[in-house]
């Protein structure tokens, strides 16, 4: 049977909005896309990208150049809404989340709301914001019934659905992976479904609302409880005197045990915030997400004061800062634990810091001032007598031993340490 089409208005063009409209277009549905970034829209409707995604800026050129995919500061009148906008915390040592975003955009929506019309929030966020969420529409909108307030048959359909996909590898996850579609009723899950369908090849799994919005929480806390676990076990190693890389090896020889890889802490817009959105609705409960959190952020500062260390141990060196991306082989520096490693090193140390970042043109804002310096591999082998790997580039991990053997190294990844 063939589709009919329809009119999908996405609110929040980032990380996920940007892709999960392309997409969307490509499978035939009319996408307008909001945002409250002129740069943003004037960019798509060029046909060009903001964000740097694998193969994004060739499928929202091809869509925008059909007419399924355009962008506007403001919201329009759709069939299906799908709310994409960021969810921080509070940096008050409260990590308090922060939904102000959503609700904003839950107000704007609620001016075209019209009979009929579904609307999906996809911003991770804490269990009971897509109630939140309706109770705005409830209190601007009146005139229609909403789903889970009254026992007619509501006006509006309402469901969370979060995305799951990696940096990197968005537009072929957003496709394939499963999905949990929660609806604040049965009936709200159904029409969700059918939406996703249109695109999704996983399997899409039923659920209520308050159930996805934490299955999205304890997906990025079970990794960040595991990263931890790894961190932790390289700081023992540290302690005493221990090979970390050589002993996880061996250990995951065991058929049920699988340890991740430490690092020099946790990074990202996800799996370093997620956490704190369990542990800001159960407090008392939440004790080892709580730890892991800790432990992770304290990897970060083990690592700087081991960099420290070895600096001040060779007062004349320079110190080679191998990456400041959050992962390997993306230009993505939110909350990295490598850039706040090398921008406090180039605080403390000034121009004997010399940063390599294949994927940056220039340095960030933090070292402004410092007398750090961006510089290209091959001058940094030339030049570095300290080489501190903060991030598992392929192009770093390639570097031969002849090249670096002379070098004080410190592989904070374990790429070029494990035997
Ligand atoms: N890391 C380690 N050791 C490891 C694995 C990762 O130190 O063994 C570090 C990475 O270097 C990085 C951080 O953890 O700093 C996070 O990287 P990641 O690749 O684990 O995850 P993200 O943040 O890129 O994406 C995660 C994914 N969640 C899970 O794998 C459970 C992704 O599926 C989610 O969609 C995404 O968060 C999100 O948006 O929530």
Redesign the pocket.
């Known amino acids: 049977m063939k589709k009919t089409t329809l009119n999908a208005s996405v609110i929040g063009l980032g990380?996920?909005g940007l892709p999960t409209s392309a997409v969307m277009a490509r499978a035939g549905c009319k996408v307008h896309g909001v945002d409250v970034s002129a740069h943003v829209v004037d960019t798509i409707n060029r046909g060009e990208v903001h964000i740097e995604e694998v193969d994004l800026d060739g499928l929202v050129q091809a869509v925008v150049k059909d007419g399924f995919l355009k962008a506007s500061l403001d919201v329009e009148p759709a069939d299906v809404f799908v709310i994409a906008v960021p969810t921080p915390f509070s940096h008050d040592g409260k990590h308090t989340p922060d939904i102000s975003y959503i609700l904003e955009a839950a107000e704007k929506v609620s001016s075209v709301l019209k009979k009929g019309d579904c609307v999906i929030l996809e911003s991770?966020s804490p269990v009971g914001t897509t109630e939140k969420m309706r109770d705005v529409f409830a209190k601007n909108r009146p005139d229609l019934a909403m789903p889970g307030l009254s026992e007619s048959t509501p006006d509006i359909s309402i469901a969370y659905c979060?995305?799951?996909?990696?940096?990197?590898k968005i537009l072929e996850?957003l496709i394939h992976?499963d999905r949990s579609i929660g609806g604040i009723t049965p009936r709200c899950a159904r029409k969700a479904l059918a939406f996703y369908k249109r695109f999704v090849k996983g399997e899409c799994v039923v659920t209520d609302a308050r159930s996805a919005e934490m299955t999205?929480l304890v997906?990025?806390a079970?990794?960040?409880v595991?990263?931890a676990f790894?961190?932790e076990l390289s700081m023992i190693a540290d302690v005493q005197g221990l090979d970390v890389w050589e002993v996880i090896r061996l250990a995951n020889r065991h058929p049920r045990v699988n340890v991740?890889?430490?690092?020099?802490?946790?990074?990202?817009?996800?799996?370093?915030v997620?956490p704190w959105f369990i542990v800001h609705g159960a407090p008392d409960e939440a004790k080892i997400i709580r730890q892991a959190r800790e432990t992770?952020d304290s990897k970060t500062h083990h690592v700087l004061a081991r960099a420290k260390a070895l600096a001040d141990e060779h007062s004349d060196a320079k110190i080679g800062c191998l990456g400041l991306a959050?992962?390997?082989n993306?230009d993505?520096f939110r909350e990295?634990?490598a850039l706040e490693i090398a921008a406090n090193l180039a605080r403390e140390y000034g121009s004997r810091v010399r940063v390599i970042e294949p994927y940056a043109d220039d340095l960030p804002d933090e070292f402004a001032g410092t007398g750090a310096e961006l510089i290209d591999i091959d001058t940094a082998l030339e030049e570095c007598e300290i080489l501190l790997l903060l991030?598992?580039h392929d192009v770093f991990k390639a570097i031969p031993l002849e090249e670096r053997g002379d070098k004080v190294v410190y592989d904070t990844?374990g790429v070029w340490s494990q035997r």
């Open positions: 990380y996920i991770t979060p995305e799951r996909v990696l940096p990197g996850e992976n999205k997906e990025n079970f990794r960040d595991n990263i790894a961190n991740l890889q430490p690092g020099p802490g946790v990074g990202g817009h996800c799996i370093a997620d992770n959050f992962k390997a993306i993505d990295s634990p991030v598992d990844r």
